[in-house]
């Protein structure tokens, strides 16, 4: 039994990997959400629709890291994984939040709440995509 959550856990891996192995984006942007997140329920549609969505997949990465529940950890883990930011993201339980990474260094450039306006989400990405 264990064998096989072993073997279909490193199937799941390899989708992942596979899926974002060709990061050419300017920045990634993670967005840490919550079914539970009050901040995230009012927002995170309309965030995702109308500001994120307005990018180009050569300027922005966008993951969903879901903190809802043990299993939808444990299939973003994989996503982080897959684009090396598991690290960066270790114990980050902060919800309603995008938080945003140069794929190439790996390292955090920003972080910005889902609750801002479209306009003000919008101006910081651009600000730090120039």
Do not use: H
Not at 50 to 78: C, P, R, W
Not at 98 to 124: M, Q, Y
């Amino acid at each position: 039994m264990k064998l096989s959550k072993i073997k279909f856990g490193l199937f799941l891996s390899f989708l992942v990997l596979s899926s974002f192995s060709n990061l050419n984006a300017q920045v990634v942007a993670v967005v840490n959400q919550a079914d539970w997140c009050p901040t995230c329920k009012a927002n995170g549609p309309r965030v995702s629709k109308e500001v994120l969505a307005t990018f180009g997949s050569d300027q922005i990465t966008v993951i969903e890291n879901d903190l809802s529940n043990k299993k939808t950890k444990e299939e973003s883990k994989l996503k982080l994984v897959a684009i090396g930011l598991e690290e960066q993201l270790k114990g980050n339980k902060t919800t309603g939040i995008i938080i945003l990474f140069d794929p190439k260094t790996k390292k955090e450039i920003g972080r910005i709440s889902v609750a801002k306006t479209n306009d003000e989400i919008k101006t910081f990405i651009i600000g730090l995509l120039n």
